[in-house]
Protein backbone atom coordinates (compact mmCIF):
# COMPACT_ATOMS: atom_id res chain seq x y z
CA UNK A 1 0.00 0.00 0.00
CA UNK A 2 3.35 2.11 0.16
CA UNK A 3 1.80 3.99 3.25
CA UNK A 4 3.62 7.74 2.84
CA UNK A 5 3.85 10.46 5.62
CA UNK A 6 0.56 12.69 4.57
CA UNK A 7 -1.58 9.19 4.07
CA UNK A 8 -4.83 9.41 6.71
CA UNK A 9 -5.62 5.65 7.10
CA UNK A 10 -8.72 4.27 8.13
CA UNK A 11 -9.74 0.47 8.51
CA UNK A 12 -13.67 0.11 8.31
CA UNK A 13 -13.73 -3.26 9.99
CA UNK A 14 -10.71 -3.31 12.19
CA UNK A 15 -11.37 -5.98 14.16
CA UNK A 16 -8.58 -6.10 16.47
CA UNK A 17 -6.34 -4.04 14.40
CA UNK A 18 -3.93 -5.59 12.61
CA UNK A 19 -3.64 -3.50 9.59
CA UNK A 20 -3.69 -0.52 11.45
CA UNK A 21 -0.80 -1.50 13.64
CA UNK A 22 0.95 -2.69 9.67
CA UNK A 23 0.49 0.98 8.93
CA UNK A 24 2.66 2.38 11.79
CA UNK A 25 4.87 -0.19 12.14
CA UNK A 26 5.55 0.64 8.14
CA UNK A 27 6.04 4.48 8.98
CA UNK A 28 8.16 3.95 11.64
CA UNK A 29 10.43 1.69 10.03
CA UNK A 30 10.42 4.06 7.09
CA UNK A 31 11.73 7.09 9.34
CA UNK A 32 14.78 6.53 11.32
CA UNK A 33 15.18 10.07 12.70
CA UNK A 34 11.72 9.47 14.71
CA UNK A 35 11.55 9.54 18.12
CA UNK A 36 8.20 7.67 20.55
CA UNK A 37 6.81 11.95 20.66
CA UNK A 38 7.13 12.13 16.54
CA UNK A 39 5.55 8.37 16.16
CA UNK A 40 2.65 8.85 18.83
CA UNK A 41 2.15 12.54 17.37
CA UNK A 42 1.55 11.07 13.64
CA UNK A 43 -0.50 8.11 14.54
CA UNK A 44 -3.07 10.08 16.64
CA UNK A 45 -3.84 12.62 13.98
CA UNK A 46 -3.34 10.22 10.78
CA UNK A 47 -4.65 6.32 11.77
CA UNK A 48 -8.99 5.48 12.02
CA UNK A 49 -10.09 2.23 13.20
CA UNK A 50 -13.94 1.34 13.21
CA UNK A 51 -15.52 -1.86 14.64
CA UNK A 52 -18.71 -2.59 15.83
CA UNK A 53 -17.44 -5.43 18.42
CA UNK A 54 -16.46 -3.77 21.71
CA UNK A 55 -13.65 -6.50 22.54
CA UNK A 56 -11.88 -6.19 19.27
CA UNK A 57 -12.11 -1.98 19.86
CA UNK A 58 -10.46 -2.54 23.37
CA UNK A 59 -8.03 -5.09 21.68
CA UNK A 60 -7.40 -2.68 19.01
CA UNK A 61 -6.56 0.36 21.21
CA UNK A 62 -4.32 -1.53 23.77
CA UNK A 63 -1.96 -2.93 20.48
CA UNK A 64 -1.92 0.27 19.28
CA UNK A 65 -0.74 1.86 22.88
CA UNK A 66 1.89 -0.91 23.02
CA UNK A 67 3.36 0.13 19.83
CA UNK A 68 3.43 3.39 20.82
CA UNK A 69 -0.65 5.08 20.23
CA UNK A 70 -3.11 5.85 17.80
CA UNK A 71 -5.72 4.79 19.55
CA UNK A 72 -7.45 7.85 19.66
CA UNK A 73 -9.55 7.41 16.85
CA UNK A 74 -10.95 4.25 17.33
CA UNK A 75 -14.13 3.88 17.30
CA UNK A 76 -17.14 1.60 18.37
CA UNK A 77 -19.86 1.03 15.71
CA UNK A 78 -21.41 -0.38 12.67
CA UNK A 79 -19.13 1.66 9.65
CA UNK A 80 -22.32 0.37 7.16
CA UNK A 81 -25.27 1.25 8.69
CA UNK A 82 -24.90 5.07 8.17
CA UNK A 83 -29.26 5.69 9.21
CA UNK A 84 -28.32 4.96 12.57
CA UNK A 85 -25.47 6.84 13.40
CA UNK A 86 -27.16 10.21 14.57
CA UNK A 87 -28.94 7.82 17.02
CA UNK A 88 -26.43 4.99 18.61
CA UNK A 89 -22.92 6.00 17.34
CA UNK A 90 -22.64 10.40 16.76
CA UNK A 91 -19.16 10.44 16.62
CA UNK A 92 -19.35 8.31 13.59
CA UNK A 93 -20.92 11.01 11.46
CA UNK A 94 -17.56 13.15 11.95
CA UNK A 95 -15.06 9.99 11.93
CA UNK A 96 -16.86 8.40 8.80
CA UNK A 97 -17.53 11.39 6.80
CA UNK A 98 -17.20 10.62 3.36
CA UNK A 99 -14.30 12.05 0.85
CA UNK A 100 -11.63 12.68 3.97
CA UNK A 101 -9.01 9.14 3.77
CA UNK A 102 -5.98 8.89 1.57
CA UNK A 103 -5.90 5.19 2.52
CA UNK A 104 -8.56 2.35 3.18
CA UNK A 105 -6.69 -0.43 4.08
CA UNK A 106 -9.67 -3.68 5.38
CA UNK A 107 -10.62 -7.55 5.77
CA UNK A 108 -14.48 -6.86 6.00
CA UNK A 109 -16.99 -9.43 6.84
CA UNK A 110 -18.28 -11.42 3.82
CA UNK A 111 -20.54 -14.41 3.04
CA UNK A 112 -23.61 -15.72 1.79
CA UNK A 113 -25.22 -15.68 4.93
CA UNK A 114 -23.97 -11.83 6.08
CA UNK A 115 -26.15 -9.97 4.71
CA UNK A 116 -27.40 -5.92 5.24
CA UNK A 117 -31.14 -5.76 3.92
CA UNK A 118 -32.51 -4.27 1.09
CA UNK A 119 -34.25 -1.85 3.31
CA UNK A 120 -31.57 -0.79 5.55
CA UNK A 121 -29.05 -0.45 2.43
CA UNK A 122 -32.09 2.41 0.77
CA UNK A 123 -32.34 4.06 3.93
CA UNK A 124 -28.36 4.10 4.12
CA UNK A 125 -28.06 5.02 0.17
CA UNK A 126 -26.31 2.14 -0.81
CA UNK A 127 -26.65 2.27 -4.42
CA UNK A 128 -24.50 -1.21 -4.89
CA UNK A 129 -27.64 -2.87 -3.54
CA UNK A 130 -29.69 -1.85 -6.44
CA UNK A 131 -31.00 -4.20 -8.23
CA UNK A 132 -29.29 -4.13 -11.31
CA UNK A 133 -30.71 -5.92 -14.23
CA UNK A 134 -28.99 -6.48 -17.86
CA UNK A 135 -29.80 -3.52 -20.94
CA UNK A 136 -30.56 -6.07 -23.77
CA UNK A 137 -29.16 -3.51 -26.46
CA UNK A 138 -26.23 -2.35 -24.66
CA UNK A 139 -25.33 -5.70 -22.31
CA UNK A 140 -24.73 -3.75 -19.39
CA UNK A 141 -26.14 -4.10 -16.46
CA UNK A 142 -28.44 -1.18 -15.49
CA UNK A 143 -30.22 -0.14 -11.72
CA UNK A 144 -33.81 -0.80 -11.38
CA UNK A 145 -34.98 2.45 -9.64
CA UNK A 146 -35.93 2.30 -6.13
CA UNK A 147 -35.78 -1.31 -5.89
CA UNK A 148 -33.17 -2.61 -3.59
CA UNK A 149 -31.79 -6.17 -2.92
CA UNK A 150 -29.85 -7.69 0.21
CA UNK A 151 -27.13 -7.77 -0.28
CA UNK A 152 -23.29 -9.32 1.02
CA UNK A 153 -21.71 -7.36 3.72
CA UNK A 154 -18.49 -7.57 1.82
CA UNK A 155 -20.12 -5.94 -1.39
CA UNK A 156 -21.69 -3.12 0.44
CA UNK A 157 -18.18 -2.36 2.30
CA UNK A 158 -16.93 -1.97 -1.10
CA UNK A 159 -19.24 0.92 -1.62
CA UNK A 160 -18.45 2.29 1.88
CA UNK A 161 -14.89 1.95 1.61
CA UNK A 162 -15.33 3.96 -1.99
CA UNK A 163 -17.23 6.98 0.03
CA UNK A 164 -14.39 7.66 2.81
CA UNK A 165 -11.47 7.92 -0.19
CA UNK A 166 -10.50 11.25 -1.59
CA UNK A 167 -10.54 11.41 -5.67
CA UNK A 168 -6.95 9.24 -6.17
CA UNK A 169 -7.36 7.73 -2.74
CA UNK A 170 -5.93 4.01 -2.20
CA UNK A 171 -8.22 0.96 -0.85
CA UNK A 172 -6.30 -2.60 0.14
CA UNK A 173 -9.33 -4.78 0.35
CA UNK A 174 -9.89 -8.60 0.96
CA UNK A 175 -12.66 -9.85 -0.50
CA UNK A 176 -13.64 -13.41 -2.31
CA UNK A 177 -12.47 -14.17 -6.04
CA UNK A 178 -15.87 -15.34 -7.06
CA UNK A 179 -17.13 -11.13 -6.82
CA UNK A 180 -14.48 -10.71 -9.56
CA UNK A 181 -14.80 -13.52 -11.86
CA UNK A 182 -18.12 -14.83 -11.90
CA UNK A 183 -20.62 -14.06 -14.30
CA UNK A 184 -23.80 -14.11 -11.46
CA UNK A 185 -21.21 -11.05 -10.32
CA UNK A 186 -20.93 -9.40 -13.72
CA UNK A 187 -23.15 -6.15 -12.80
CA UNK A 188 -21.02 -5.82 -9.34
CA UNK A 189 -17.82 -5.32 -11.81
CA UNK A 190 -19.45 -2.70 -13.81
CA UNK A 191 -19.84 -1.48 -10.91
CA UNK A 192 -16.37 -1.56 -9.42
CA UNK A 193 -15.07 -0.63 -13.37
CA UNK A 194 -17.09 2.79 -13.17
CA UNK A 195 -15.53 3.27 -9.71
CA UNK A 196 -11.73 2.29 -9.10
CA UNK A 197 -8.90 1.43 -10.98
CA UNK A 198 -7.34 -1.94 -10.24
CA UNK A 199 -3.87 -1.64 -9.48
CA UNK A 200 -2.89 -4.44 -8.07
CA UNK A 201 -4.51 -8.24 -7.04
CA UNK A 202 -2.21 -10.50 -4.18
CA UNK A 203 -3.34 -14.25 -3.85
CA UNK A 204 -4.38 -15.25 -0.39
CA UNK A 205 -3.77 -19.19 0.05
CA UNK A 206 -7.03 -20.54 1.67
CA UNK A 207 -5.69 -21.89 4.33
CA UNK A 208 -5.24 -18.13 5.71
CA UNK A 209 -8.94 -18.39 6.73
CA UNK A 210 -9.20 -22.31 7.13
CA UNK A 211 -11.45 -22.54 10.19
CA UNK A 212 -13.81 -19.73 9.78
CA UNK A 213 -14.10 -20.15 5.65
CA UNK A 214 -13.16 -22.08 2.86
CA UNK A 215 -13.54 -19.10 0.23
CA UNK A 216 -11.06 -18.12 -1.83
CA UNK A 217 -9.91 -14.78 -1.47
CA UNK A 218 -7.57 -12.38 -2.95
CA UNK A 219 -6.34 -8.90 -1.76
CA UNK A 220 -7.16 -5.94 -4.13
CA UNK A 221 -5.32 -2.67 -4.47
CA UNK A 222 -7.68 0.12 -6.01
CA UNK A 223 -6.97 3.50 -7.07
CA UNK A 224 -10.14 5.62 -6.72
CA UNK A 225 -11.29 7.00 -10.22
Request: glycine residues 10%.
Given at each position: ??????????????????????????????????????????????????????????????????????????????????????????????????????????????????????????????????KYVEDKKTGKHVSVSNTYENRELGIIFLERCHNLLISGGRLGIILPETYFFSKSYLWLQEWIEDRFILRGLINIPMEAFQGFCRAKTNFYIFEKK
Open positions: MEIQYDDVIIDPACGTGGFLLEAFSSMKNSITNWDDGDAKAWAQKHLYGVDKDQINVKLTKAMMMILGDGSTHTYLGDSLRAHLWQKNWPYLTTGLKDGQYTCVITNPPFGKNLKLTGAEAKKSSYSVAQ
